[in-house]
């Protein structure tokens, strides 16, 4: 990640402009930037809010030094305007598995997206929707990526201080294994045979799944180099079906490369 | 009672409920008791108030990938092995501040906030794991450079020892020459027999803490029943292995196809070096406020498994499971001892019992051994 190699001083009328733009979300990851309280409260200290509807009526126009972005891009409208907030952005930091995956509505993407419409709408004729749901690095180039569903308010707030600072970003690429060893957590898999997806996905939530007995859904996406094939293979051999298998890798994250090909493959398996 | 102290190196009987007498004393003398009890589905290590909180009637059923608690047909307080945590939880926490820096009137200034080490009493130490503490020690604390925290920590560390009756399913301590009998090193060590616990008296400390517990010398046939029990412990190991020449065994098949099968299966995921009561690496991160003003730097449990661990300058040396699977093996079982001078294996079996998918190192060095 690309950093400014000097601090920048806050105290001087030259704040580095902020803004948070919202795609097809829940805005869940916005209110995380909410949820940090005093540290917010340093961060509005620290950077000119300059667009963050959530928080504020105040809009500034760009160009604005950093963009945070949530939410998948799933109407044709989105594409236009996520280029011009390309244009806008020094920096683009993708959050969330809306922004990084494709989020929970990417399930569309293995089906006709028309027969939801049909279903779903009383008036399927007034939507207007792409076809797919896709991560924002699918039409611009991004910056950095901030995973999760929602995203850990800590890893923002270490990204934000980052760039501000000038220091490298620590957001962890291994396995969220690493983080429920850390805490103590007894694995749910081998001590109750709870499907869990922690060994092939990132950390960064601090493993809060298996601390209250559930399996990790893989929210934070593939960690680096992840072994689909064997951890699927696992659970098949401690009596998951095919099915659920496949629903377990098509989650919040399942249109990421990684955890695609692998609800794919075990797809395949069934038929 | 015949004396008021035991003398070092006796052998004493005390009914099983005087433990409590013994944990009372370790309070009074102002420690922090740690010791097994029972979490969500695990016997896990953490702070105890005394013998109620012990796992008694418990037991756990282990094999690679599953570790299943079960109702004992009887009420021994030690009933079962290690789980998934380790004493290095306590000696090595996953997560420590090394130190602060603050800005103060435009200066840095270096914070020392060495918080005072608490004085545990480790209540259940096993002998896998008391040789654990001791190669932890050796890395620690042998050498030029020694880790301050750990020192103080495991200084005043009071160790009351179990002696292992019923191994595990993925025990192979005896192989290691680590257990089922604690070795050198604790202040007290319980042997658990039907109805009462034999107490070898390892310290002075150890003897001072017994100054309040009712106990007798323990008889000729008690302590025949408890060798007995040590002697059956050896023969029910889970499992095996052949530690003959392993060193040269690993060094000479560094390109073996084991190490490819292994990669398939092996998901990087770290949790064999998490729950390893040897493992040490770690990662020292720096954390800043927002403003730049406030740093801390923060030390937190690391694995050979993560690929940033890799990392130098120039790329990465590990780049494939199959180098991170064979660093991680010919470190524990060879390099270890060109290292520290001692195997890094004590033979525990956490690493077997809670890989997710259940690969055995001890499958993975006879698969290398019987092709050569
Ligand atoms: S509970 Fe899940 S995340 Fe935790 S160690 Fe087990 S497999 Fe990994
Ligand atoms: S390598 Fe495995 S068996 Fe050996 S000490 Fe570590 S966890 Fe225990
Ligand atoms: S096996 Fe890996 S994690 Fe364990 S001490 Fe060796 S290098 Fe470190
Ligand atoms: S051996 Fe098992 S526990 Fe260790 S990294 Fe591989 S899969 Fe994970």
Redesign the pocket.
Known sequence: MKAPKRKIKPEKRTKPKLAVIKFTSCDGCQLSLLDAEDALLDVADAVEIAYFVEARDRRLPGPYDVTLVEGSISMPEHIEQIQEIREQSKFLIAIGACATAGGIQALRNWRNVDDFVRMVYAHPEYIDTLETSTPISEYVQVDFELRGCPINKHQLLDVVTSLLIGKQPRTPTY?V?MECKRRGTPCVMVSKGVPCLG?VTQAGCNAICPSVNRGCFGCYGPMEAP?TE?LGQHLLDIGAAPGEVVRLFRNFSGYAEDFRLASDAFEEMMA | MPELTPTIGAFVSIEKGRLQNVMDALKAAGYTLVGPTLDEGAIVYDEIEGVADLPRGWTDRQEP?SYRLQRREDDAYFGYVVGPHSWKKFLLPPRRTLMRVVKKEGAFVVVDEEEPAPRYAFIGVRGCEMQAIHIQDRVFLGGPYQDPGYRARRQQAFVLAVNCTEPGGTCFCASMGTGPEVGLGYDLALTELDDIFIVEIGSELGATMMRETDWRPAGAFELQQARDALAEARRNMGRQLDTTDLPNLLYKNLEHARWDQ?AD???????????CPTCFCQDVLDVSDLKGETFERVWVWD?C?SIDYSHVHGGNIRPH?RA??RQ?LTHKFASWIDQFGVIGCVGCGR?IT??????D?TEEIDAIRGEV
């Open positions: 396995s294994c060994p072994n064997s | 990938a292994v299966r092996c998901l990087s995921c770290g949790n064999c070096t998490m729950v694995s498994f499971t991170r699977y991680w690493c809670w890989c997710p998918v259940g690969i190192v």
